[in-house]
């Protein structure tokens, strides 16, 4: 059974920092490609960043020198370093694994007040 857990949400200040994880089992982590992805309330789900299996990594334009995104593939977890944050980043964020298939993760709350 494949699970993704993301953990590290949280409330922040505005211009303050969070990490997230996201723990995956299930699948051979190494082969997937890892994304993060957020949506916030009435908004559809947006692309944040992706890391390949070798480790090239890609952002959104609206994050774009403020997130950093990485991954253990001994721990089997991928991280999400998220600087600078503003109101406007406030969304659940959900943890995506993708090879021929996609899974998904349940999000995790990440509120930033001005």
């Known amino acids: 059974q494949v699970q993704l857990v993301e953990s590290g949400g949280g409330l922040v200040q505005a211009g303050g920092s969070l990490r997230l994880s996201c723990a995956a089992s299930g699948i051979i982590f190494s082969d997937n490609a890892m994304g993060w992805f957020r949506q916030a309330l009435g908004k559809q789900r947006e692309f944040v960043a992706e890391?390949?299996?070798?480790?090239?990594?890609k952002y959104s334009d609206s994050v774009k020198g403020r997130f950093t995104i990485s991954r253990d593939n001994t721990r089997k977890t991928v991280y999400l370093q998220m600087n600078s944050l503003k109101p406007e980043d406030t969304a659940v964020y959900y943890c995506?694994?993708?090879?021929?298939?996609?899974?998904w993760g349940q999000g995790t709350q990440v509120t930033v007040s001005s």
């Open positions: 995506r694994a993708s090879n021929y298939r996609a899974y």
């Open positions: 890391i390949t299996r070798g480790g090239n990594t």
